[in-house]
């Protein structure tokens, strides 16, 4: 069975610290990993996309890294900010388009 | 503007009642999908599609029912014989330049009275 599990499900963290999420996944024969962020009651806005030959991708404040072998992708945030409170889910992406999401991590930064 | 739209925002149901959930993409992609989401669990595949006038059962199906008459449009039923009905529903779809990722609507908020 196909399982993505994100630890921890909640953080709460001062704004300015480092952090990271971690997912995990049982099935390693993935296609591509992405990161999503989701604000309450919104759709889902991607953040990193990483191909299973990358070992890891950034944009701005965010890396994204991926360990096939196992089964462990990180999500790091640099120099937190209030506005990137949010849920953050971890999508694991088979090559029949089959996407496994994680039940996320909610995060809070406070000011 | 390319994208993917729900409609409504949100949505409220008797019980017994059968609602239509609208999603519409611009994208031309062939595949889209229907996911539900309840609170602190991930996305469940409800249904998907492929390709014009086809689709699949994903893990929930069962109380929902889809049609793909054009490439555009998704339509999600949700019947009376889904037996928890209120959750939140995003749709998405995919093209062959997606590299395997699904772009999401805005999602539906679903609450049966």
């Known amino acids: 069975k196909q399982e993505v599990t994100q630890i921890p499900a909640a953080l709460s963290v001062p704004e300015g610290e480092n952090l990271v999420l971690n997912c995990s996944f049982t099935?390693?024969?993935?296609?591509?990993l992405q990161w999503f962020r989701q604000d309450p009651g919104k759709g889902l806005t991607s953040l990193l996309l990483?191909?299973?030959?990358?070992r890891e991708q950034t944009s701005g404040r965010l890396n994204a890294s991926l360990d096939k072998s196992s089964g462990r992708s990180t999500l790091y945030i640099a120099a937190s900010q209030p506005g990137d409170s949010a849920t953050y889910l971890c999508?694991?992406?088979?090559?029949?388009?089959?996407?496994?999401f994680g039940a996320g991590t909610r995060l809070t930064v406070k000011p | 503007d390319g994208g993917i739209t729900q409609s409504p925002k949100y949505l409220f149901r008797k019980e017994g009642q059968n609602v239509t959930l609208s999603c519409e993409q611009n994208?031309?992609?062939?595949?889209m999908y229907w996911y539900r989401q309840d609170p602190g669990q991930g996305l469940r595949l409800i249904y998907y599609?492929?390709?014009?006038?086809?689709?699949q059962k994903g893990d929930i199906a069962e109380g929902y029912s889809v049609s793909r008459e054009k490439k555009e449009s998704f339509p999600l039923t949700v019947t009376s014989a889904q037996k928890n009905p209120t959750a939140f529903y995003l749709c998405?779809?995919?093209?062959?330049?997606?590299?395997?990722?699904?772009?999401f609507g805005p999602g539906t908020r679903l609450t049966v009275l």
């Open positions: 998405a779809s995919s093209g062959a330049t997606s590299r395997g990722t699904q772009y």
């Open positions: 099935d390693s024969a993935i296609y591509n």
């Open positions: 990483i191909q299973s030959s990358q």
């Open positions: 999508a694991v992406i088979y090559n029949n388009n089959d996407m496994r």
């Open positions: 994208l031309n992609h062939d595949a």
């Open positions: 599609s492929q390709i014009v006038n086809d689709f």
